[in-house]
């Protein structure tokens, strides 16, 4: 290789988007185009060295089935790093292994909760190591722009972002948030109250996993008159021996519908904070959901029955945060409301 080639090599720019997801992480490459990595965010480690056995589904399928020497942790809680060691090496293992250990040092645009404290920001800055920029967008912003709406105008715009540990709510005008809330009930919390509902109601002790499978067919937000049904295993805590029960799309609805309802009651509290003008724009425009739980059957339907406004599902409720932090590299107004930090 000649010299000018290896310097204009060198001249690459990387830039990528990651969402430090509670239930999954996504790397979006921006030169690329596509989304480069779509894992759980699930760790093994060796509990007597500390080591990283595995990562995303490797590690995932050890959760729960793990022997007394390696511990399989979710090092993202609730939408926030509740282990930054853990999540460091987590992230760099990701990043290793989609680019090796040859990545040009990349621009990285992390997508954090609407309402992480500082101390956490500056935890998110030093996560990623090597990266020469590290800007920081809230997932409320980058979702929205990921679902296909110009926040650029003056014209408000609604977002439900529902993902497993964390409900972001927010109103977006001129690229920036006007209103928002952040709620601890998501994805996850379905799961819970499946968990619970099953061991009330049967007696039964479902796994996490399983009560996600559960959650993912029969989760309802609306009753049904001709409900489907499936068949779910656990133990039963009786007669201490494993056991299965038939379960309903309608007692699913029971389980999950007081979580429900805290998702919904947050939207009406953030539409009630809105500033008239922008409220009007926003019963023009409706309201965009989006986030793996809001994929949640019906749960548009409810959501436009109590607040009176169009509610419409994005197009990809699963990565809108990570393309829609992609995007934002091209936004530079945009970028320069960003928290950032240079190495
Ligand atoms: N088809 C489905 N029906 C219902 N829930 C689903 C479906 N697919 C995924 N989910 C749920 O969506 C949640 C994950 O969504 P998402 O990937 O948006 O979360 P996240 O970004 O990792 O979490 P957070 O934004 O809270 O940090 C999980 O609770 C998962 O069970
Ligand atoms: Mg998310």
Do not use: W
């Not at 853990?86 to 680019?99: S, W």
């Not at 009560?211 to 989760?219: F, S, Y």
């Amino acid at each position: 290789m000649n010299f000018t080639k290896f310097l204009n090599m060198l001249r690459i720019k990387k830039s990528i988007s990651i969402d430090l997801g509670t239930a999954n992480i996504l790397i979006y490459d921006k030169q690329k185009r596509k989304v480069v990595l779509n894992e759980p965010s699930v760790v093994a480690l060796d509990k007597k060295t500390g080591k990283v056995i595995a990562v995303g589904k490797d590690a995932r399928q050890m959760l729960g089935k793990t022997p007394d020497s390696i511990l399989a942790i979710k090092p993202l809680k609730e939408g926030v790093i509740a282990d930054l060691d853990v999540t460091r090496q987590m992230l760099n293992e990701f990043i290793g292994k989609i680019y090796g250990a040859s990545l040009f040092k990349p621009e990285v645009m992390i997508c954090v909760p609407l309402e992480v404290s500082s101390v956490e920001r500056k935890a998110l800055f030093d996560a990623v190591s090597g990266a020469k920029k590290v800007y920081i967008i809230e997932e409320g912003r980058a979702a929205i722009i990921g679902s296909g709406i110009d926040i650029s105008k003056p014209n408000g715009n609604m977002v439900v972002d529902i993902g497993g540990g964390s409900t972001d709510i927010a109103i977006l005008s001129l690229n920036e948030v006007i209103a928002s809330k952040s709620i601890k009930i998501a994805g996850n919390t379905f799961d819970d109250d499946i968990v619970k509902y099953i061991k009330n109601k049967y007696s039964l002790l479902i796994g996490d996993r399983a009560a996600e499978r559960v959650k993912k067919t029969l989760g309802t937000a609306i009753k049904k008159d001709n409900p489907e049904t499936m068949e779910v295993k656990g133990l039963n805590l009786l007669i201490g021996s494993p056991d299965s029960i038939t379960i309903s799309e309608n007692e699913i609805y029971e389980a999950i519908e007081n979580s429900l309802y805290k998702i919904v009651n947050a939207t009406k509290d953030v539409l009630e904070k809105c500033p008239p003008e922008l409220a009007s724009d926003i019963l023009d425009n409706g309201i965009v959901m989006t986030g793996g739980g809001s994929l949640i059957h019906n749960f548009t339907d409810l959501l436009e029955k109590e607040t009176k406004v169009k509610v419409f599902l994005s197009d990809n409720p699963l990565d809108s945060v990570v393309l829609g932090g992609g995007l934002a590299f091209d936004n530079t107004k945009l970028l320069h409301t960003l928290q950032m930090k240079e190495n």
